[in-house]
């Protein structure tokens, strides 16, 4: 069974501080996906990145990236230089793949909670 | 391009009553997933459809179903609700062998 693992729950911050979201993962398959989701206040989940499990070169976009490692099933998150409009809910979640392409169900970690202080 | 949309946003029902909640996706997706986000149990996977087919299903009760039309447009309904059904009830789209899933607002259920 796969499992997604965010052990901090809540990270407050004051802005303009980098700040760093954990993701530990679990699963035996070999080919999976891992992804990140915004949740602000209104509640609608935003897609942020998708990873698949044969690419392991980091990310960047802007003030964000993103940190995949298999050696350690982790995928973590960093935002520089936060702002205060990065408040919200940040969930990471993995997929595993599906025979005849695309991806299955996702499952979700229990979200970290991002409070960046003006 | 219109995002997924879920209607209604907001229903109060009471216990033992059946709910249906509407997702119309992303023209052109073709896969709509479901999800339950609750305080204790978070998000959680409930079922896919594709082509009007259940693909997929997660762990759930039998009172918890679904359905698909030929436009996409899918129904999720619950009976004999429970007051643990209250949740945020979660709709994301997709392409055809895609893997990134793009959610709507949800339908915040309370049972009473």
């Known amino acids: 069974a796969q499992k997604v693992t965010q052990a901090q729950t809540e990270i407050s911050v004051v802005e303009k501080e980098d700040v760093t979201l954990d993701c530990v993962y679990e699963t035996r398959d070999t080919t999976y996906y891992l992804f990140w989701y915004k949740q602000p206040p209104s509640g609608e989940l935003v897609f942020l990145i998708r990873r698949n499990s044969f690419d392991e070169q980091n990310e960047i976009s802007g003030r964000y990236s993103w940190n995949f490692q298999k050696s350690t099933s982790s995928f973590n998150f960093t935002i520089t230089a936060s702002q205060v409009v990065d408040s919200a809910v940040y969930f990471c979640?993995?997929?595993?793949?599906?025979?005849?392409?695309?991806?299955?169900?996702?499952?979700f970690g229990k979200g970290t909670h991002l409070i960046i202080q003006p | 391009k219109a995002g997924v949309t879920q209607t209604p946003r907001y229903l109060i029902k009471t216990r033992g009553q059946q709910v249906t909640l509407s997702c119309s996706p992303i023209?052109?997706?073709?896969?709509v997933s479901w999800y339950q986000q609750t305080p204790g149990q978070g998000l959680q996977f409930l079922f896919e459809y594709f082509s009007e087919t259940q693909r997929n299903k997660g762990n759930f009760p039998g009172r918890f179903s679904g359905r698909q039309f030929s436009n996409s447009r899918s129904e999720m309904n619950v009976s004999t609700l429970e007051l643990g059904d209250s949740a945020l009830y979660l709709c994301?789209?997709?392409?055809?062998?895609?893997?990134?899933?793009?959610f709507g607002p949800g339908t915040r259920l309370t049972v009473t």
């Open positions: 023209s052109g997706h073709r896969s």
């Open positions: 994301a789209s997709s392409l055809p062998r895609s893997y990134e899933q793009y």
């Open positions: 979640a993995l997929s595993e793949a599906r025979s005849g392409g695309g991806a299955d169900g996702l499952t």
